[in-house]
């Protein structure tokens, strides 16, 4: 059976890494989080000092890229893959609302993009994944066969968001989290580098009022159409 690709963008907290994690699975595909990749390295300029509150030493990161090495490994137990850096499990360190305020800053930096991309087109090259992020339909891979650009309303979005940190622990508040939500939208839809938009060929998917298992049979439908379409 053909393999395909599939790109999943949106804006964040909209539950793309939720439903394509299942797809893979469902799929028998590779699932890779690209956000992630982007986290570990803002995690990485935080842990350093080259970045914190009104502070950002840009040069310092990019003189530092060739230090950061990320990689994925699946864990049985979880069922998904985990994001270590530098040989160091930093799955639960970049989820932190600390890590969301400053990842938007560093993912407009061209040069960390770039070494990004390529990465993430090499973890891709065999087919069989599914990828989410900003940019994977448009630069990534352009060229991926079902390409899906998921939204729902900022408050929504905020409203998973803080249930989900308020579940870890973190003592957060709601208008904390919505402020986040509506800063990174607007930081990464009109950042120069590759910003957030839909691309021509994708099926946008607005899931404000959809459930998880309503939408994961959605997007499920999609694929197996489009795998049987290629095959
Ligand atoms: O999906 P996420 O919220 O974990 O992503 C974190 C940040 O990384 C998000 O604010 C924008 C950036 N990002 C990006 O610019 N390009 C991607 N392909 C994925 C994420």
């Not at 800053?105 to 992020?133: C, I, P, W, Y």
């Not at 159409?225 to 095959?231: F, G, L, M, V, W």
């Amino acid at each position: 059976m053909h393999k395909i690709t599939i790109a999943i963008d949106g804006f964040s907290s909209t539950g793309k890494s939720t439903v394509a994690k299942r797809l893979a699975t469902a799929l028998g595909y590779v699932y890779v989080d690209s956000g992630a990749m982007y986290r570990a390295v803002t995690f990485y300029a935080m842990k350093n000092g080259f970045i914190a509150e009104n502070h950002f030493n840009k040069q310092q990161l990019i003189n530092h890229l060739d230090d950061i090495n990320i990689d994925f490994k699946f864990n049985e137990s979880l069922g998904f893959a985990e994001v270590y850096l530098n040989g160091q499990n930093i799955e639960k360190d970049i989820r932190t609302l600390d890590v969301s305020q400053f990842v938007s800053q560093v993912a407009t930096v061209s040069e960390v993009r770039e070494q990004l991309v390529l990465q993430q087109q090499n973890f891709g090259k065999n087919k069989g994944v599914v990828m989410d992020g900003r940019d994977i339909g448009t630069v990534v891979f352009p060229e991926a066969e079902l390409k899906l650009f998921m939204t729902a309303s900022a408050e929504k979005r905020a409203q998973r968001r803080y249930d989900e940190l308020i579940e870890r622990g973190d003592e957060v508040s709601f208008e904390a989290v919505l402020k986040n939500v509506q800063s990174r939208d607007h930081i990464d839809s009109t950042r120069e580098d590759s910003p957030l938009t839909m691309a021509d060929d994708a099926i946008k998917v607005d899931n404000s009022n959809l459930n998880l298992d309503e939408q994961f049979e959605f997007i499920y439908n999609l694929a197996i159409d489009k795998i049987a379409e290629c095959n």
